[in-house]
């Protein structure tokens, strides 16, 4: 069941990103709920398996994408979960939803260490395009709810709460300074990659899957 999902959620299907990918977890050892819930998701693809990702062309937006992280939300190891997501023609072309492998010390470190993340899919996305011969001369957008985060790579600094991250989630700061990525303050009701970090209730499931360009 869970092989099924994950191909239908990487392939055409981001709105089940979070759910499989938390489900993913426990596939090697799952309980009767576990199942249940597995379930659960293959009614609501059978529900609404007439929705299709749709892209406006040329008359849709550019390339730009949305970076978040729900801070320790794991029970069983404390784990953060981000995501990120991608838009073209005003449609998701990638998406990513997936547990931290370490542990954050605050919500700015997890949402800092997803921005890494989101980056690096960015350039990869300038990099893909120049080779089909699209150049991209301006920065890609990267919208992220966390001031904090956004600060500490726009404003490269050092202190007793960050100097512990990783060398390799600083890569964010060179892509900002080279102008590669350029990060937007965006408020958290307007967080498209929201949905891809925590389960959401009818109203914003709907909403969420709309924005996503799923019609």
């Not at 730009?64 to 991608?86: E, Q």
């Not at 449609?91 to 949402?111: G, N």
């Not at 989630?169 to 307007?190: A, G, K």
Request: charged residues 25%.
């Amino acid at each position: 069941m869970i092989g099924s999902l994950l191909y239908a959620q990487l392939g055409t299907r981001p709105d089940i990103s979070f759910a499989v990918s938390h489900l993913a977890q426990y596939a090697s050892n799952p309980s009767p709920q576990h199942i249940r819930l597995a379930k659960y998701v293959l009614c609501y693809l059978k529900g609404t398996s007439d929705l299709k990702l749709v892209y406006d062309g040329a008359a849709g937006n550019g390339l730009y994408g949305y970076s978040d992280s729900s801070y320790g939300d794991d029970p069983d190891d404390r784990h953060s979960t981000s995501g990120y997501v991608f838009l073209l023609a005003d449609a998701a072309i990638s998406w990513c939803s997936r547990k931290q492998k370490t542990v954050a010390q605050s919500t700015t470190e997890a949402e800092y260490m997803e921005l890494a993340e989101a980056g690096n899919q960015a350039m990869w996305y300038r990099m893909f395009m120049g080779e089909l011969g699209y150049e991209v001369k301006d920065p890609v957008p990267i919208l992220e709810d966390n001031k904090g985060a956004v600060d500490l790579a726009q404003k490269p600094m050092t202190s007793r709460r960050t100097k512990h991250i990783p060398i390799k989630h600083h890569v964010i700061r060179d892509y900002v300074e080279n102008e590669d990525v350029d990060l937007i303050r965006t408020p958290t009701d307007e967080m498209l990659a929201d949905g891809l970090t925590k389960p959401f209730a009818q109203v914003k499931l709907t909403d969420f899957v709309s924005r996503l360009g799923l019609v």
